[in-house]
């Protein structure tokens, strides 16, 4: 089941020579439970998808869907359901088996096709999609979280956070440590007293690896490391079922960060806490992600179990990136960087948007964007080692 | 508090020097200092910052500011987004430095700008030339601050975590830019990071700090090879490598030291497996063990 899944989200900005496409059609799944990782050259978006997937940016089209719940499965055949949701949209076949599983639909229901085995069926009161599984169809509820307004958004915000980036502009340079940990919870009721309220935040600082003491620090009063490590203090503190951590450890030394990257880990089975983690160190990402999503200009290009990708890497992309990780060795100063221009966001190359630094393309990449389809069990858009056949 | 302790490091002219050490160390304090760029409630208690012969303590702030920061040493800071300034765009930011230390001609500044924003790998330089800091990302924050300093034209270059939020294929072209500077213009430089991976990829030298303190200081293949601290070698056990599973990372045990209360003696000692009495008692001080490489550790000789 997924904590959040995206259809063809996209998020232009406007600037002065054009549109930029900074998100331009994703369609992603977190699990819940898992950690997904995000990686992806520079400005290529990773930022601005998590931000729009929690919307605090306001996404330009496509869905957001939070909190999925399996209600039943679709007690018809696979192959007659599809048709009945691809065609008649609300046949009484299809409400039966709703009701036979006591989720009326109302009268006013729609079904709309999102995948191609995935519908959408909205009434009055929910959310439900309907997905085609291997030889069931399994009806799940989630939480549309595309168009709500920001009144209703708060409700949700509590549930899944952000950890920024850059940890000096996420912080308040007149708020004390205390003041930055004290929001957050009494805002959303967390705790019932003074006393309370204290012995949480020192025992998330503790966790942290930070001390009662930094409670009465300002930021400029504190390194880099452990101003990011407040961040995630403030993050964690209001037990989030959904985080997206854009660098969290880029400003730490190694080994706070092997410890922070533990305690994450940690975090996640006993909070059942799921991460989108998005990470430039490409060895980091390898360690904590079950899944890896690659991105290439506003796009997924591969997506998959995170070893099926680091062992075999399918699209020309992933494997240029893998080859420029530098490693920790002196000896071994061997680069590959990827050569090439990186391609503008205001005017992406016609056809792949890898095909003018990519050494496989053909005719057909310059043509034609390449979808995001399945094959060797994960997701790959490429023309070339994109379909199984090949 | 005392956030630097002794501290003592040499970066020759035409040499990048790696500054690696715990988060809350003093590695930005270091570099801050040396171009009297700190607080106002720090306070300078002795030393000396010998810079071509001069001590840049000595120079009044007049002097630093229209001499030496920019002309002779350049800053990349630690964080792109607050040391931006937001009122203007990238553009206008990197024509500061141009003016300032390359060309009062307007059309060539202009295109020396554009110039710079390709050399730092970002696409369409006119489109970002135009763009406000909140509207660009980590990683092209960071290469404009990598341009404005780059466009100084300076001959020492401390570069403070320069690269945290770059990929790793434009980190690899950054490097390389580096390195040709190095090789053609002989500048010097201090990179500071915690990324032991980048440090082997360039770095010549390597000084690595604790707690305020100088542990340890060794070319690059000493560091990485022969450790004889007992953190530089917990520092370099750590590095993540090809791990497949997080709980496999290893951490040094223990908490960074409280620079407010320092541990006596050797501040790594009550995280140090090699402590005995002594560690406890007095400060090593840093010892010159072979032709480059110095370390302060009583038992640095049972460090393998
Ligand atoms: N203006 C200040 N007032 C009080 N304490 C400060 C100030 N600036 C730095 N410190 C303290 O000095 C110590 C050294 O800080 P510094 O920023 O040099 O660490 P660093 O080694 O650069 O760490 P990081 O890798 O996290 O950037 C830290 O304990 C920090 O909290
Ligand atoms: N508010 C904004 N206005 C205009 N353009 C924007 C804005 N925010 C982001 N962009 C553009 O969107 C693109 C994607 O930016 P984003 O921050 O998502 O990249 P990223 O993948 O997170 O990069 P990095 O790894 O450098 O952090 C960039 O071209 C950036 O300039
Ligand atoms: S001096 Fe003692 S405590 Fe310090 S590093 Fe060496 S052995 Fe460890
Ligand atoms: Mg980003
Ligand atoms: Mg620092």
């Given amino acids: 089941m997924n904590i959040v899944e995206t259809q063809n989200l996209k998020k232009f900005f406007q600037s002065k020579k054009g549109t930029v496409k900074a998100v331009n059609g994703v369609s992603l799944n977190v699990i819940k439970g898992e950690t997904l990782g995000i990686v992806g050259e520079s400005g290529c978006g990773k930022t601005t998808l998590g931000r729009t997937i929690l919307k605090l940016i306001k996404p330009t089209s496509g869905n957001i869907f939070f909190d999925e719940k399996h209600l039943f499965d679709l007690k018809l055949n696979p192959r007659k359901a599809k048709d009945i949701l691809d065609n008649d949209g609300i046949d009484p076949k299809l409400r039966k088996s709703f009701e036979k599983n006591k989720y009326g639909l109302s009268a006013d229901a729609s079904v709309s096709k999102k995948g191609p085995n995935s519908w959408r069926i909205d009434d009055d009161r929910s959310t439900y999609l309907v997905k085609g599984e291997e030889n069931s169809m399994k009806v799940y509820s989630v939480k549309d979280i595309t168009d709500i307004d920001d009144k209703e958004m708060r409700k949700h915000r509590k549930k899944m956070n952000i950890v920024f980036q850059d940890p000096v502009s996420a912080l308040n340079p007149q708020m004390t440590v205390y003041d930055h940990l004290n929001r957050p919870l009494v805002i959303h009721n967390m705790v019932s007293s003074e006393d309370e309220k204290l012995r949480k935040m020192v025992d998330i600082l503790n966790t942290m690896g930070l001390k009662a003491e930094h409670l009465i620090r300002y930021p400029h009063e504190l390194s880099g490391g452990q101003k990011q490590r407040v961040c995630i203090a403030r993050a964690l503190c209001l037990e989030p079922d959904f985080l997206v951590l854009d660098e969290p450890t880029s400003a730490l030394d190694v080994s706070v960060q092997s410890k922070i990257l533990k305690l994450l880990d940690r975090a996640k089975d006993k909070f059942d806490v799921s991460y989108m983690f998005i990470s430039h160190n490409i060895n980091l990402v390898r360690a904590i992600s079950d899944r890896l999503g690659v991105m290439y200009l506003g796009k997924l290009v591969e997506i998959g179990e995170t070893s099926d990708v680091f062992q075999n890497p399918k699209h020309p992309y992933t494997k240029g990136l893998f080859k420029s990780v530098p490693q920790p060795d002196p000896d071994k100063r061997v680069k590959a960087p990827l050569t090439g221009e990186v391609p503008s966001p205001v005017n992406p190359p016609k056809g792949c948007a890898f095909s003018p630094r990519c050494p496989h393309s053909k005719a057909v990449c310059e043509r034609e964007n390449p979808d995001l389809i399945e094959a060797y069990g994960r997701k790959i858009a490429c023309h070339i080692f994109g379909k199984e056949n090949f | ?304």
């Fill in chain 2, 1 to 304: 508090m005392k956030a630097l302790d002794n501290v003592s490091l040499t970066v020759k002219k035409g040499e990048i020097h790696g500054l690696i050490g715990e988060t809350g160390c003093g590695k930005s304090v270091t570099s801050l200092t040396t171009l009297g760029l700190l607080d106002n409630n720090a306070i300078i208690r002795g030393g000396n910052i010998l810079y071509k012969g001069v001590d840049l303590l000595e120079l009044k702030e007049k002097t630093l500011r229209k001499e030496v920061r920019g002309n002779e040493i350049s800053m990349i800071f630690q964080n792109p987004s607050t040391s931006l300034n937001p009122v203007y765009t990238a553009g206008e930011q990197i024509r500061e430095s141009i003016v300032l230390y390359q060309s009062n001609d307007k059309e060539e500044a202009q295109r020396l700008v554009l110039d710079e924003l390709d050399r730092v790998k970002l696409p369409d330089p006119e489109d970002v030339y135009e763009k406000y800091p909140h509207e660009l990302s980590g990683g092209m924050m960071q290469r404009i601050m990598i341009a404005m300093m780059l466009a100084c034209n300076s001959n020492l270059l401390i570069a403070d975590e320069p690269t945290t939020a770059l990929d790793v294929s434009i980190q690899a072209q950054f490097l390389k830019v580096l390195e040709e500077l190095k090789e053609k213009e002989n500048l010097s430089i201090l990179y500071i990071t915690h990324d032991m991976a980048v440090i082997s990829e360039i770095c010549d030298v390597v000084t690595v700090m604790y707690g305020g303190q100088i542990a340890e200081t060794a070319n690059v293949h000493d560091i990485f090879n022969n450790p004889r601290h007992p953190y530089t070698k917990g520092l370099i056990h750590s590095v993540p490598g090809v791990k497949l599973n997080i709980e496999e990372f290893e951490t040094i045990p223990g908490t960074v030291p409280r620079l407010i209360n320092p541990p006596s003696g050797c501040r790594f000692h009550p995280r140090c497996e090699y402590a005995q009495k002594i560690c406890k008692e007095k400060k090593p001080s840093l010892e010159h063990i072979d032709k480059d490489h110095f370390v302060a550790c009583y038992f640095w000789e049972e460090v393998k």
